[in-house]
């Protein structure tokens, strides 16, 4: 924090001085920290303390009479950023010594083999322990700079790989499919399908939807990338086999801002119309209300077969090629910042597998944070089970940024 020339303190941003944003990758860290583990650090406790120290002077500058309106809304703006943090700091303080209180209560309640009174002690502790770490996490959510589409709708695609000896891609595409669908349910989202391309043995070879709700881009922004299944397959030559197979699908997650300024010149676009396929009501290969643009310049195609009407289907065809555009965009942008890490956006480093499925030994890995969740079909139920799992994702996400930072400030600091 550095003292202005007038005798106030200047703003400086937070933790978007180091421009942080986010990809899991090989360097991250080979023992991830819980938020309450990185709460007890030196250079964090520094750091939070001189957050809190700058919100008591402001607050105090705040009450001078010479300030003019420049100074008074520059200073206002600071301290609303300011008052939050600076309120949960002490927040986690108080738990912080109630924690040490009752550590304290029960030793000295074993010293006395008082089982009955150090049982209790010791369920409070187990409490406070938990709402210490859920105010940690609520902190450096507040010192995490909220990305810019956190809060748009997505357009995400699924789409099946290749194996040998079985249709379990297929068959997993479409488990995987139904589990982002039961997902936006369980998070009060729409989920609008606006393709779907089933493979003839009742799998899956391709689908997308236009999910929109609160924080969807926030939550399924790590979903991108590759999905590995391994299970024996239930039907066909290879379940009498008995040998576990091996398959791959993949997600893309599309960030939808509410207005996309890219501009299409119709010139640049091949529409071409098609009968629908797969489930869909009587309208199914009867008529030609199915469309597919393809954007020349670039090779991108859409498709949109899910309404009745042949120009609903076009309207958002063109509103998701316009979305694949704009993350061309973005994506350009992105690699022309100097950054250590860069954010994971749907079309990025799809070839890297991120999670395996693994049925025979009913766990889920997701390798990105070394994390093993039992029951498979409670996640892929699309409901607490991935909820929970998508929320470690994210804790994982807010503590890299807030220990990356950290490093780039001590670094500075140290003449690095």
């Known amino acids: 924090v550095r003292l202005h020339n007038y005798g106030f303190w200047r703003p400086k941003p937070l933790l978007d001085t180091a421009r942080i944003t986010l990809s899991f990758n090989s360097r991250h860290r080979k023992n991830h920290q819980s938020s309450q583990a990185l709460w007890k650090h030196e250079a964090v406790q520094k750091y939070l303390e001189s957050l809190s120290k700058e919100y008591q002077q402001v607050s105090h500058q705040l009450s001078a009479d010479s300030l003019n309106d420049f100074e008074q809304k ?15 700091f002490q927040e986690i303080k108080e738990a912080e010594r109630e924690v040490q209180e009752l550590e304290a209560m029960c030793t000295e309640l074993d010293s006395r083999d008082e089982k009955q ?9 187990e409490s406070l322990d938990k709402k210490m770490n859920m105010l940690c ?15 748009s709708p997505v357009i995400l695609e699924v789409t099946a790989g290749r194996t040998t000896g079985g249709d379990i891609c297929q068959q997993f595409t479409k488990e995987m499919f139904e589990m982002y669908q039961s997902y936006a349910d369980y998070k009060h989202w729409t989920f609008d399908i606006v393709n779907y391309m089933p493979a003839e043995i ?4 391709h689908a ?3 999910i929109s709700g609160e924080n969807v881009y926030r939550h399924l922004k790590y979903e991108g990338g590759t999905h590995r299944v391994q299970r024996i397959p239930e039907t066909g030559l290879s379940s009498r086999m008995q040998r576990i197979h091996t398959g791959t699908m993949s997600v893309i997650v599309l960030p939808q801002p509410e207005e996309v300024d890219v501009k299409v010149d ?22 030609d209300s199915a469309v597919r643009i393809v954007h020349l310049p670039t090779g991108l195609a859409v498709e949109c077969q ?25 994506e350009k942008q992105l690699s022309q910042e100097q950054s250590a890490r860069k954010l994971q956006l749907g079309t990025r480093a799809q070839s890297e597998r991120i999670r395996t499925y693994n049925f025979t030994q009913d766990r889920v ?18 409901k607490e089970a991935l909820d929970k799992l998508i929320n470690r994702l994210l804790e994982f996400a807010e503590v890299e940024a807030v220990t990356q930072y950290l490093e780039n400030l001590q670094a500075l600091e140290g003449g690095g």
């Not at 049982?119 to 502790?125: G, R, S």
């Not at 289907?313 to 063109?318: D, M, P, V």
């Open 306 to 330: 899910q309404e009745r009407s042949q120009q609903l289907n076009k309207e958002i065809a063109l509103r998701t090629l316009r979305a694949k555009l704009y993350q061309q965009v973005i």
């Open 208 to 210: 997308a939807a236009h």
């Open 266 to 287: 119709p010139k640049d676009l091949r529409i071409d119309t098609f009968r629908a396929r797969g489930a869909g009501g009587q309208h199914v290969n009867k008529t």
């Open 365 to 382: 890995t997701d390798h990105r944070i070394s994390y093993d969740a039992r029951n498979i079909k409670e996640i892929l139920s699309g």
């Open 117 to 125: 009174l150090l049982q209790l002690a010791l369920e409070e502790k």
């Open 74 to 88: 520059t200073l206002r703006r600071r301290c609303a950023d300011l008052s939050p943090i600076a309120a949960a």
């Open 137 to 151: 996490r609520k902190l450096f959510q507040l010192l995490v700079p909220k990305e810019k589409y956190d809060g």
């Open 202 to 205: 009742g799998g899956l070879h």
